[in-house]
């Protein structure tokens, strides 16, 4: 994300796009290590990410700004049990914007 931050330092009204498979693959490496730390109830990882990674790919393939906001709500539920997880990805992908 530090190359992103540099876009937006040098064109400030610029719109920057990312690749989705790789914002899927951070997302899914970080919830991986975040569950291995520390999981609500001790599942696997792969299990939690089963989960969380099926909401997460609803969130990118809202096709309307309703349907997105719908999905983020979901995903936000679904992540209650971990807040590490929600944090990330709300740091990270959902909240990338609000500077601007």
């Not at 064109?11 to 693959?25: G, N, Q, T, W, Y």
């Not at 109830?41 to 906001?69: C, H, I, M, P």
């Not at 999905?71 to 992908?93: D, G």
Request: net charge positive.
């Amino acid at each position: 994300m530090a190359l992103m931050n540099d876009v937006a330092q040098v064109f400030p009204i610029s719109a920057a796009l990312v690749c989705r498979f790789h914002v899927e693959k951070n997302v899914s490496t970080k919830v991986m290590e975040l569950v291995k730390d520390k999981n609500g109830d001790g599942q696997k990882a792969s299990v939690v990410w089963e989960r969380v990674g099926f909401a997460f790919k609803n969130l990118l393939d809202s096709a309307t700004e309703e349907e997105y906001a719908k999905n983020v709500l979901e995903f936000k539920k679904l992540c209650e049990k971990w807040p590490k997880i929600l944090r990330y990805v709300e740091e990270t992908v959902l909240d990338t914007d609000k500077k601007k």
